[in-house]
């Protein structure tokens, strides 16, 4: 439409005027025909349009609560791929390595059985027995603070980062030397009980998925070990289990934290039982693991292995701005008095983790998110503030970006200088503002869609001034609780 714009009205589309043309007064097509005698409305002043020219300043108490209760928690599934293309999850087959650990174990005297652990597994429908296991965890609804409070408990969390030597995936061919058997023991009774998945986490079920919030991670997967008579190479004997991978993070936290857990729902024949499992861990990228624990732990239908890990990013902080992201790699093996050797490692990562001190309001706070879920501001119309849930809703409506459930993202925009040139040509100061009223915008000014440098179309409409102001500290609050850097993508739910 070139210079023209679209102005939303209450109930239909006009036609705007863009920047430079002739003044507008507060009877034309540009209000939203709420009246100025609103006594709320009154209270607020025009200036408040301007609540996030600044992004480096620093959000109140206040804004970061509108924040939080302005993001919306709906999990989705997370890309097959990392940043590096490597398939998150799901490793590649282990046919070859079996079949050769097999006929190196047939020239062992005495050999009887090798084991052959498979890679995780695609899965087509839940089964019985894995239905059964799925039901007895607990699982609860929110598990946030929790999780915050246990990132906050480790040492180093919530401290700035030093650069260090990120760790490769040469750590990954095997787990560390195992530490001991410690069913039973002092040091069994000591261990952290495994961590408590979010409640849509179970729900899913088993797809070999990770499903991923801004700060939080999970998904199931199904695997199974195998023992193989060295004589005949035949399967004698096996377990089926699943893989309950969850991870999460802070916002103001340099370390996070990922678990697995090796949930048996089914075992038959020989070569089997006694089988036990343990673990460890390293990172891809920026990161490096600071504690782990997989100990040597028996599988069973009432005994459940998990391992436990911690990571820092690696980003030097002492420089401004920098941002970095890693993956951390679980490892495991099983043995088994009967086997001849271990089994090969199955591996499973997280998605990856992006951490950084490039916040703006918050420039020497460290923070980690999951860099493929894109955060999603939420308005209500009948929230506090209607008329600009409304208004978003009619602008999208008419095709502009940002609307929730489509890839049409809006994008973060943090250079000042810009920011209020795309408020100026939205809402210049020489449009009138009837009593009461203020200037909204959308797309935000603070966003690469707005109305100067989108070069693309536009909404703006008078509203409630007090509900323009609140709303756009939400919108603030939102950025910094999700941490919204430069660039990131986001997405607007109007409900």
């Known amino acids: 439409m070139g210079a023209v714009t679209l102005g939303l009205l209450g109930g239909h589309l006009g ?3 863009a920047a430079g043309e002739r003044e507008t007064g507060a009877d034309t097509s540009l209000t939203t025909g709420v009246t100025a005698t609103d006594p709320v409305a009154d209270e607020a002043s025009p200036a408040s349009e301007d609540v996030d020219d600044d992004p480096d300043a620093a959000p109140s108490a206040e804004d970061l609560a509108l924040g939080a209760d302005s993001t919306a928690g709906e999990p989705a599934a997370a890309p097959e791929a990392a940043e590096d293309g490597e398939r998150v999850g799901l490793a590649a087959g282990h046919k070859a390595t079996c079949d050769q650990r097999v006929k190196d174990a047939a020239g062992i005297p005495g050999a009887q059985y090798a084991a052959c652990a498979s890679s995780l597994e695609p899965a087509v429908e839940l089964n019985s027995d894995e239905q059964a296991v799925l039901s007895q965890l607990e699982a ?4 946030s603070a929790a999780e915050s409070a246990l990132l906050a408990a480790e040492p180093g969390a919530a401290q700035a980062g030093s650069e260090a030597t990120p760790q490769t995936t040469e750590e990954d061919a095997a787990p560390a030397d195992a530490p001991g058997d410690e069913p039973d023991t002092a040091a069994a009774a000591a261990r ?3 961590w408590k998945e979010p409640k849509w986490c179970i729900d899913a079920g088993v797809d070999n998925t990770w499903y991923i919030e801004r700060m939080r991670g999970c998904g199931i997967w199904r695997a199974e070990v195998n023992a193989i008579d060295v004589r005949t190479g035949r399967k004698v004997g096996g377990i089926k289990y699943l893989v309950v991978g969850y991870s999460f993070s802070a916002r103001d936290s340099k370390t996070w934290a990922y678990q697995v857990r090796l949930l048996e729902s089914s075992r038959w024949g020989r070569g089997v039982n006694g089988t036990k499992a343990s673990g460890s861990a390293s990172c891809v990228g920026k990161c490096k693991v600071v504690k782990k624990s997989f100990p040597v732990q028996t599988i069973s239908r009432s005994a459940e292995p998990y391992g436990q890990f911690f990571m820092d990013t690696t980003i030097n902080t002492a420089a401004a701005k920098q941002r970095g992201t890693g993956r951390s790699v679980a490892s495991w093996t099983f043995t088994n008095p009967e086997w001849v050797a271990p089994s090969e490692p199955t591996k499973h990562s997280t998605v990856d983790v992006r951490c950084d001190n490039a916040l703006p309001g918050a420039p020497r706070q460290v923070g980690c998110v999951n860099l493929q879920a894109v955060p999603v501001l939420s308005y209500s119309q009948t ?10 809703k009619d602008a999208q409506s008419a095709g502009l970006p940002g609307k929730y459930g489509t890839t049409n993202y809006l994008t973060r925009l943090t250079d000042r200088r810009k920011i209020k040139e795309n408020r100026e040509k939205a809402c210049p100061s020489s449009l009138v503002r009837p009593p009461g009223k203020s200037c909204d915008e959308y797309p935000f000014a603070s966003t690469w869609q707005g109305a100067k440098h989108s070069g693309g179309d536009f909404s703006r409409r008078m ?3 007090r509900q323009n102001t609140d709303a756009g500290k939400a919108l603030k609050g939102f950025y910094t609780y999700s941490r919204v850097l430069e660039g990131d993508r986001f997405l607007v739910w109007i409900r």
């Open 15 to 17: 036609v705007a005027q």
């Open 140 to 143: 609860p609804a929110d598990t």
């Open 192 to 194: 952290p009980r495994p």
């Open 383 to 392: 929230g506090p503030w209607p008329e600009v849930a409304k208004h978003v």
């Open 463 to 465: 509203v409630n001034a």
